[in-house]
């Protein structure tokens, strides 16, 4: 005899199949909600902690360019006062050049047949004026002094004889340049 099952066995197991392929794909669904959801809440978290940095850079990047301002202005003070003290140094080292300029040239000086009568500097050019024995004299008073090391060239301006308590006597005057430097 032959056996007929007349229960729907393989409707149920289409069923079930399903029913179990409909709870994969909704648990597959619910898992990748969560998931896009604990995406969301890390970047969340990560943008939040960024944004703090980013706050906390700002305030130490806003003392950071103060005290590059203070630095800034010490440096530029601290030029200024450089450059003061280049001038004091430089005024130091020419103190005392024309004092050994006019002593040098006090040594050229005969002392019995030339005495000066007035020197005057400006800027770089000295004007002296004396009297002389004569014109001898005095021609080899300015020779030497136009051989002398600071001076550049010497002009004769004028040279006339005088009579001093009786004697006759060459009074001159010349102009001198000096070189630069001294």
Do not use: H
């Not at 051989?147 to 060459?170: G, W």
Request: aromatic share 8%; glycine share 4%.
């Amino acid at each position: 005899m032959i056996k007929i099952n007349l229960l729907p066995y393989r409707e149920k197991a289409k069923k079930d199949t399903f029913m179990r392929q409909v709870s994969i794909l909704a648990g597959s669904f619910v898992l990748f909600i969560l998931l896009l959801v604990w995406v969301q809440i890390w970047i969340k978290s990560s943008i939040s902690n960024l944004e703090t940095q980013i706050k906390e850079s700002e305030t130490t990047l806003a003392s950071l360019d103060k005290k590059i301002g203070d630095l800034d202005k010490f440096k530029n003070e601290k030029k200024e006062l450089e450059e003061k003290l280049g001038v004091i140094a430089t005024l130091e080292e020419n103190r005392l050049a024309p004092v050994k300029t006019l002593d040098s040239l006090a040594m050229l000086v005969p002392p019995k047949d030339i005495w000066l009568v007035k020197i005057n500097q400006k800027g770089d050019k000295i004007d002296i004026e004396g009297i002389g024995r004569d014109n001898i004299v005095v021609a080899d008073f300015m020779k030497s002094v136009e051989k002398f090391e600071p001076i550049k060239s010497v002009d004769l301006i004028s040279s006339k004889k005088t009579e001093i308590a009786e004697n006759t006597l060459q009074q001159f005057n010349f102009s001198c340049v000096l070189k630069k430097g001294f």
